[in-house]
């Protein structure tokens, strides 16, 4: 990634081991020479969002760029603004991914007035291959990939054309296209993205592609008190649906183009489904909660572990900013032990996360990260993100790289001036 918001030099988040001397391993087992979590550490403010944010940019242009983008007045961007030249500089994301045992780069650069660059290859037998590059509206297709030209006759300036040719079906860039869309799944944090996860989950209760007895299991293993969890069915009462039914007549008159999918976003349900969770109680009695009397904690748990176990069933990537947000450090812990553990995670699943939480440095930590899995970022007086890796410094694994760490050794810590807060307390003042 280069020139999104803090990043404003090119940074690169590395997965795969040190140990592979070759571009493919020799054997073709890529989860053997890959790390399956990469934790991201650093002071408030220093651009850990920033890289999980430009993973999600760039996830969200290759699914939306030909179809909703369009639709916008601008080209959408997030450039760094802390100086005069990089708002009006192309931004810089590339991919570098396995599908179907083949790696695969791809890339594309976008500035303020539309894709600027944009470029495909692979390595079939270990030799880079070129499928097709762009720069501006100008285009080179490898052999291997067929019938393009029409479908770059077709492409915006606006939009990729990896997007163009995989909603037009065009078999040599679908899996490519697939494998960032739906092979992605970023967690992000605040309360709204919260009861995305947990709608979702009541969803995936309601169509059968989960089921109670696994719910409880994942609420189990946090040993949180409860025993089952149900699904709430309440009948919306009759006002509100009246209020909403007038709502809707208002916005049909008022904006003759108002298309469905804005409809289904005024239109509630007569039946709002809500979780139920039951709690162990006195003399053997279970006792039900609604999810608004559960902890933050529960429901972060649930919000994030089933996330965790859809990218373990599918072998995809799992992104979550501030991962030990209102979980205790054991259940992030555990989380993270579901893809170090090569007895849960078969499939070469993988996990990228931001934290604050240094005991993942510690030696008693139940699942120690290794040198190669720890990443810091930092920024500098002039307002950029620097995002370093822990392999770059001289280390011994008998190292308190927790300790270390707090200590300033690696960077990317806070600096904390708390006498400042005395020119704001006047009794302090006098006092000195």
Known sequence: MENHRSIRDRAELVLVSSALRTQRPADGDWTAVSHQVAAVFGANASGKSAVLDALHYAQTAVSLSSSQWLKEPKVQRAPFRLDADHPHAPSTYEFDLVVDGVRHEYGFSVGPSGVVAEWLNDYPNGRRRLLFERSGDTYTFGRSLSRPAKISGATTSRELFLSRAANLGHDGVVPVHDAIGSGIDIVRFGDHHRSHRLSAVIDALVDGSVTPEQINVLLQV????????????????????????????????????????????????????????????????????????????????????????????????LAVDELDASLHPQLSAALIGMFTDQQINTRGAQLVFTTHDVQLLSPQSPTPLAAEEVWFTEKGLDGATALFCLADFPHREDDNLARRYSAGRYGAVPSVALSLVRSLLPEMRDCA
């Open 222 to 317: 946090a040993d949180i008190g409860i025993t089952t969890v149900q699904i709430r069915e309440d009948q919306m009462p009759e006002h509100v649906r009246q209020a909403i039914s007038r709502l809707e007549r208002a916005a049909k008159k008022e904006m003759d183009d108002l298309d469905n999918t804005d409809l289904y976003l005024l239109t509630e349900p007569e039946v709002r489904r809500s979780l139920e969770f039951y709690h162990r109680g006195q003399e053997g009695q279970d006792q039900p909660l609604r999810i608004d009397d559960e902890s933050d904690g529960t429901l972060a748990w649930l919000s994030l572990a089933m996330p965790a176990v859809q990218a373990l069933r599918d072998g995809t990537l």
